[in-house]
């Protein structure tokens, strides 16, 4: 009955924490969707669907990643081999910085083209969304790694409260911004709520690994990317 329950206190919280991950990609459609004018509503969706699927390719990448971290940190944390641990963190953070800095600026920088290129000239309108989408993406990517790291120490609740908190700024600002600046509104609502999740679980992870993310060489792979 204990392991039972240990198994339900770990997994409910696990499950919450990927149900909001998934709503972060989605949420903001149904707000463009409900608080735009009604006669260009689903004109507008189509467009912030076009950006929003060419912003998710850093997230996919990151997903990918995340499926290899899982175990090894939850082994190495099991077994309480906190150096080890700490060693996958700083290898996961950099070698994400590594693949998503070059992808998210690449994507944001050639907004208008890729859009032009993977749909069509209608879409355009898309450009603008998607160059601001896609740092939201960034966050939401850096997110995912560090709240995975979070759960698989056997702290998932943390992760889903910290998931929660971002979620929930999401849904105040994406009215505010849509309703001022339309896509662009929902893009820069979306970006904002990631990036303080972001640095919520940095500096949990940060904090509770003695860990500085802030080295050296994290810096030099920003300003090049």
């Known amino acids: 009955f204990l392991k039972l329950k240990e198994v339900v206190n770990f997994a409910f919280p696990l499950f919450g924490f990927n149900l909001l991950l998934i709503s972060f990609t989605s949420f903001d459609l149904f707000f463009v969707k409900s608080l735009m004018p009604t006669i260009i509503a689903n004109k507008y969706a189509g467009y912030y669907v076009s950006a929003s699927t060419i912003s998710r390719i850093p997230y996919y990448v990151m997903t990918a990643l995340t499926v290899i971290l899982f175990p090894l940190v939850s082994y ?72 995975t790291i979070i759960s698989a120490s056997g702290k998932p609740s943390r992760s889903f409260f910290i998931v929660l908190i971002a979620f929930i700024f999401n849904i105040i600002l994406n009215p505010l911004f849509i309703k001022s600046f339309g896509l662009i509104g929902a893009a820069i609502a979306t970006s904002i709520s990631t990036s303080i999740g972001f640095f919520i679980s940095i500096i949990y992870v940060s904090y509770n690994y003695k860990w500085n993310p802030i080295s050296f060489d994290v810096i030099k792979l920003i300003i090049s990317g």
Do not use: D
């Open 76 to 147: 190495s944390s099991y077994k309480k081999l906190l150096s080890k641990t700490l060693n996958y963190i700083k290898k996961a953070f950099r070698y994400s910085l590594i693949v998503i800095i070059p992808l998210t600026c690449m994507i944001s920088s050639t907004s208008y083209e890729l859009i032009k290129l993977l749909y069509s000239n209608r879409y355009l309108p898309a450009s603008g969304a998607l160059s601001i989408l896609v740092i939201g993406i960034f966050f939401l990517s850096l997110l995912t790694l560090m709240t």
